[in-house]
């Protein structure tokens, strides 16, 4: 095989040649996408190292552990071996801890990565497919933490499996047989067989080659980076992509530090105190994932008596219209670049990022979105809001109702309108100058301020927005 002059095989030459040359971006908002990766690593070696401890097994077992209050109680091995890991097994808790808050740092990484990704415009071409692919780790991000909540086989998780299995159900003509399906027949304890391997290989690895995938699309086209203004001595832009093996190492280890700081003082989901699972019992006290809490808060939100009978069924809008919503949301975040394009007719590629302020549609569309996320997400813990502040729970259901259909119009408005006034202040600096906070005093008693003249160069530009097939301004870039 013939070798380059460096001794490597060409294609490898050119490829390590490549990634030489290539910059990544050295701004702040950056690291979350980094921060992301750094957590699923930790959570993916505790899980691996978890493996050799728990039995996805349902067999009936008398417990005779260490824990005194589950002394002679029957429970499955699933559980047996949970609890014998978190109290009899050196460094088990802490393992646990760990794999539990890296899954959740992860998530909420990655949805922060997300809204820095769309408020800048970096999904814009040739980049929508990366969004796409960043979509698909929360979502299985999210199937991974929903999966994995169950496999202990405590009441608390017992509980959550009662609740999916009347949300598969409610499934018109299909819900039985997918039940059937999950649970293999064998309701509750057939869903530890199927979520097991779910949990620990499909959905791992399909996170693993999505990471990979964007990492390699990063590579091809480079990061986007906001722009330079001229003679600002600025010096954001990029770093070699060798500098950020070092940077990487260094926040794996603070990130690394964190969740054990985290996992050592802030006990989740302690087993040992709810019991075996049973399918009689719902534990109370208990709420949901809190990455899934806007899907039970849009079933809370829901009127009551949505039921009627089509072709000897009952179909239940109060639970598929939910789901319908929580699913569209979702689907028309993940599609908008590409909506976003075609209204447009913008086909270019834009390897500059674009400020929020400069986009004033595009960030009050974001800012809807996240109005109408966060206000399902509230509703997902109305009942403990009510307790907590002595508020009337069907006072605050209504309420919500009510956020839920004005707050994203309210903040479409206020959003654009701030963003339009912070464009107009700085039209207003470079025409007029920056002020000083000096007021002169002329001779005939008249006072003026006196302003420094502001190169217009150093004023953060955007893009030069491409117009669309009418000839009119983009949607994000849309101004006066």
């Not at 998530?107 to 800048?120: E, G, K, P």
């Not at 590579?219 to 986007?224: D, E, F, I, V």
């Not at 003249?453 to 949607?475: L, M, N, T």
Request: some cysteine; aromatic content about 10%.
């Amino acid at each position: 095989m013939s070798t380059s002059g460096s001794g490597h095989p060409p294609i490898l030459g050119r490829i390590l040649a490549t990634w030489r040359r290539r910059s990544a971006t050295d701004h702040w908002s950056s690291l979350f996408g980094e921060i992301a990766v750094a957590s699923f690593v930790i959570c993916s070696v505790t899980g691996i190292i978890m493996a050799f401890f728990y039995e996805p097994s349902t067999a009936p077992v008398t417990y005779r552990g260490s824990y005194p209050g589950l002394q002679g109680v029957e429970m499955s091995r699933a559980l047996e071996s949970t609890v014998d890991l978190s109290l009899d097994v050196r460094g088990g808790l802490l393992l646990r801890q760990m794999h539990h808050w890296s899954a959740s740092v992860m998530i909420a990484a990655v949805m922060v990565h997300l809204l820095r990704v769309f408020f800048t415009g970096a999904f814009r071409g040739p980049r929508g497919l990366t969004w796409l692919m960043w979509f698909g780790v929360l979502l299985a991000g999210m199937g991974a933490g929903l999966t994995g909540h169950v496999l202990p086989d405590d009441a608390l998780s017992g509980t959550s499996l009662l609740v999916t299995d009347g949300l598969i159900k409610a499934i018109p003509v299909i819900g039985t047989w997918l039940s059937f399906v999950v649970y293999q027949g064998d309701f509750p304890s057939g869903a530890i067989g199927t979520f097991y391997p779910v949990h620990a290989v499909v959905v791992p690895v399909a996170m693993l080659g999505l990471l990979v995938a964007i990492g390699l699309m990063n590579l091809r086209h480079g990061p986007a980076r906001f722009r330079i203004p001229e003679g600002s001595g600025s010096t954001v832009g990029g770093i070699p992509v060798t500098a950020t093996v070092v940077r990487g190492a260094g926040l794996f280890c603070i990130v690394f530090g964190v969740l054990t700081l985290m996992s050592a003082t802030a006990t989740v989901n302690p087993v040992w105190l709810y019991g075996p699972s049973d399918p009689s019992v719902a534990a109370a006290g208990g709420g949901v994932l809190w990455y899934l809490a806007f899907l039970d808060g849009a079933q809370r939100l829901v009127p009551p008596g949505w039921e009627f009978m089509l072709l000897d069924s009952t179909w239940t809008p109060a639970i598929l219209v939910p789901l319908a919503v929580g699913g569209g949301f979702f689907l028309v975040a993940m599609i908008y670049p590409f909506l976003e394009r075609w209204v447009d007719g913008d086909t270019g590629e834009h390897h500059l990022l674009t400020r929020p302020r400069d986009a004033p549609n595009r960030t009050g569309i974001g800012v809807a979105g996240m109005v109408f996320f966060g206000v399902l997400w509230i509703a997902g813990g109305s009942d403990v809001i009510a307790l907590t502040f002595e508020l009337s729970n069907n006072g605050l259901i209504a309420a919500l109702r009510l956020a839920l259909i004005l707050g994203p119009v309210i903040g479409f408005v206020l959003t654009r309108y701030v963003c339009l006034g912070l464009q107009h202040k700085e039209r207003e600096i470079v025409a007029h100058g920056a002020e000083t906070g000096q007021i002169l005093r002329s001779p005939e008693g008249g006072y003026s301020e006196i302003r420094q003249p502001v190169d217009a160069r150093v004023v953060p530009r955007q893009e030069k927005p491409a117009a669309g097939r009418s000839g009119r301004v983009p949607v994000g870039e849309g101004g006066t």
